[in-house]
């Protein structure tokens, strides 16, 4: 099992916002994961019937999720990568797209109906801190929805990048997800989804041979929703409301 680096301190953020320029100017098409991963979350945001909601982004890369979302209501973007967020300004003129750290850039506190962030508080050097900032820009009763890397399933796959230099990886299970909401947020739904994992328990529950087997008798899209049911997917979903 491979070693994760909690890290508590920052980094330079130079460092960190050349990184993710690069990084995000590395992907020009939308995975499959992160389609899957967008879908869950506009499937959650309908399910809160939000009207015309003040909705923020936080880690919005491209820009492509937030225009997506631009469809439930007006739409504010941040990231810390300024190559893409020029780009996506330009791209989605409709969207408010803010290039800054998320910790200190300036947004109006306790003024959004929903925020989202997807696969982006793990590489946060403090996710207690995330946590606090997006609960001060909420309003009370105002809304979370937050995807994650699943700590036990990356745990156990063996062809995941395990470092991203400087920039933290700090993978969450879902106890620890709910621990870190706790203070702020009630829980309304959490899952996973995707599954995934090809080491230890997982090189057993994901094998071809077996999973083939089980094919015979249990339809495949079946076999993936016990998997996601049971906690086996790769992403970890939550919704939360901030307490009023
Ligand atoms: C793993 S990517 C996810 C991007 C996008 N949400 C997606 O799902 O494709 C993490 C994102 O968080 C952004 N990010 C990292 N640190 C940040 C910070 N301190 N403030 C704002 N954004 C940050 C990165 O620039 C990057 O776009």
């Known amino acids: 099992m491979h070693e994760q680096k909690l890290a508590t301190e920052r980094f330079d953020l130079n460092v960190e916002r050349q990184f993710w320029n690069d990084w995000i100017g590395e992907w020009k ?30 880690g919005c890369g491209s820009g492509w999720l937030a225009a997506e979302l631009s469809r439930f209501g007006s739409v504010t973007g941040v990231d810390l990568a300024d190559e893409p967020i020029a780009a ?66 990356w745990d156990r796959t063996d062809f995941v990048r395990r470092s991203h230099g400087e920039i933290p990886l700090n993978w969450l299970n879902m106890g620890e997800l709910k621990r870190l909401l706790r203070n702020h947020f009630s829980l309304l739904h959490t899952e996973t989804m995707m599954p995934a994992g090809n080491l230890g328990v997982l090189r057993l529950i994901n094998s071809y041979r077996l999973n083939g087997l089980i094919k015979k008798v249990v339809p495949e899209p079946s076999i993936v929703g016990i998997k996601e049911r049971i906690g086996l997917g790769k992403t970890l979903l939550v919704v939360a409301q901030k307490r009023v």
């Open 88 to 153: 996506a300004k330009a791209k989605y003129p409709h969207v408010d797209f803010i290039a800054g750290d998320f910790q200190t850039v300036d947004l109006p506190a306790v003024h959004f109906d929903l925020a989202v962030s997807v696969e982006v508080i793990s590489v946060f050097h403090d996710p207690s801190l995330f946590v606090n900032r997006v609960a001060s820009l909420l309003r009370s009763g105002g809304y979370l929805i937050l995807t994650c890397p699943h700590k036990f399933v």
């Open 29 to 58: 098409t939308v995975d499959s994961s992160s389609v899957r991963r967008a879908g869950a979350v506009v499937a959650q945001l309908r399910s809160l019937n939000l009207e015309n909601p003040r909705i923020l982004e936080v």
